[in-house]
């Protein structure tokens, strides 16, 4: 893609929207028909293609960290466009319809991650409070484990003093028929 002087549109508009994402800044040219500045999103596209590193980027890109301006760009902009939907993409460039998957796939990730962040949070606490109460439990089950050996010591002793008490009324008995 990197060697196409003038790509197609859906191309131009696919590695726009994967600039975007990774915090690329647009170079500022002049428009030789108008005279104004504008965006060149090629120029960066192809200096972003062209860098060693750059399927490492997106296989280590942090979906969680998004900021939510670039996801809402991304939304508005390039999702809807029917020259960003990948099946028409691939028309043009296999490889750019890769990209466009993978940048629909941002899209879907933070609309799921939105949704699940609270539920994590939720489950954490909710784990937390089990882990506290799991802990109390076990505390308390050591104690009652202490109080049930006690009480266990008690029912020998009672029971021995039982025998005994039974031991020296017969004693007596024996001794009040003398």
């Known amino acids: 893609m990197k060697a196409m ?3 197609p549109g859906a191309v131009k508009t696919v590695m726009e929207a994967i600039c975007i ?3 690329e800044q647009a170079e500022k040219v002049v428009d030789t028909a108008t005279g104004q500045r504008k965006d060149d999103w090629w ?3 192809v200096r972003v293609l062209g ?3 750059f399927l490492k980027n997106l296989l280590n ?3 969680d960290e998004i900021p939510p301006q670039l996801m ?3 939304r508005e902009k390039y999702v809807p466009d029917p020259n960003f939907q990948p ?3 691939e028309t043009v460039s296999q490889a750019c319809a890769g990209l466009a998957k993978w940048t629909m796939a941002m ?4 609309v799921v991650a939105k949704i699940v962040a609270p539920k994590k949070q939720a489950l954490a606490a909710a784990e937390s409070q089990v882990a506290k109460a799991e802990a109390i439990l076990s505390e308390k089950r050591a104690h009652l484990r202490t109080v049930q050996e006690k009480l266990a010591v008690l029912q020998r002793q009672l029971d021995a003093n039982l025998v005994k008490k039974d031991e020296l009324s017969k004693q007596v008995r024996e001794f009040d028929w003398i």
Not at 107 to 110: R, V
């Open 61 to 63: 890109y942090k979906r």
């Open 51 to 53: 860098n060693q590193s």
């Open 43 to 45: 120029k960066t596209s």
């Open 5 to 7: 002087k003038n790509p």
């Open 21 to 23: 994402l990774l915090g």
């Open 72 to 74: 809402k760009r991304i």
């Open 87 to 89: 099946d028409r993409v």
């Open 107 to 110: 899209d879907k990730y933070d």
